[in-house]
T-cell receptor, first 113, second 115 residues
Framework: EAQVTQNPRYLITVTGKKLTVTCSQN?????MSWYRQDPGLGLRQIYY???????DKGDVPEGYKVSRKEKRNFPLILESPSPNQTSLYFC????????????FGPGTRLTVT | AQSVTQPDIHITVSEGASLELRCNYS??????LFWYVQSPGQGLQLLLK??????LVQGIKGFEAEFKRSQSSFNLRKPSVHWSDAAEYFC?????????????FGTGTRLQVTL
């Protein structure tokens, strides 16, 4: 089954404790992206990757890092999480070309205390 | 830069009634336009998309949307709403920016369906 998976689905952590949210897709998509969803703000792009070893900032990259060492994986790293990073995070992937549909993962709900 | 406005934060309709969710976009060229639906606790699912050609597009679950260039709008419609349509709906505009491409989402409209 074609899908985007994220782990963990739920995470509660404390300020400053480094964490990684994994994202994996099995559709051989070139493009992958991370979004955060906050009430009243919709989805905002954090980082995206056009292909392996090619990443770039989205609209809200501060406090986040990403890497793209393999085509299927695109982890989101929070080196020193803060409470303002409490949010619902979505990973998405699609074929290269902006006309293609993005496929979304199920989301990761992160709480930073 | 492109932007999307969904002016209705929350809409309530009765089951069986018709539905229209509004979406206005800002973009300097012909946009790619999408509607996604997010059911509670779920990820986003594509309902329909517009790239070019016929301005009335059909999607899944009986939804349709009409692209109106003169009004910069892409409103989502359904003639008869079912209780299972209760969800949050997001309009998005896709554009090419340099060598990258970007999808910008609206803030969403939450649909409540009363029985």
């Amino acid at each position: 089954e074609a899908q985007v998976t994220q782990n963990p689905r739920y995470l509660i952590t404390v300020t400053g404790k480094k964490l990684t949210v994994t994202c994996s897709q099995n559709m051989n998509h070139e493009y992958m992206s991370w979004y955060r969803q906050d009430p009243g703000l919709g989805l905002r792009q954090i980082y995206y990757s056009m292909n392996v070893e090619v990443t770039d900032k989205g609209d809200v990259p501060e406090g986040y890092k990403v890497s793209r060492k393999e085509k299927r994986n695109f982890p989101l790293i929070l080196e020193s999480p803060s409470p303002n990073q409490t949010s619902l995070y979505f990973c998405a992937s699609r074929k290269s070309g902006s006309s293609y549909e993005q496929y979304f993962g199920p989301g990761t709900r992160l709480t930073v205390t | 830069a492109q932007s999307v406005t969904q002016p209705d934060i929350h809409i309530t309709v009765s089951e069986g009634a018709s539905l229209e969710l509004r979406c206005n976009y800002s973009y300097g060229a012909t946009p790619y336009l999408f509607w996604y639906v997010q059911s509670p606790g779920q990820g986003l699912q594509l309902l329909l998309k517009y790239f070019s050609g016929d301005t009335l597009v059909q999607g899944i679950k009986g939804f349709e949307a009409e692209f109106k260039r003169s009004q910069s709008s892409f409103n989502l419609r359904k003639p008869s709403v079912h209780w299972s349509d209760a969800a949050e709906y997001f309009c998005a505009v896709g554009a090419r920016t340099g060598t990258a491409s970007k999808l910008t989402f609206g803030t969403g409209t939450r649909l409540q369906v009363t029985l």
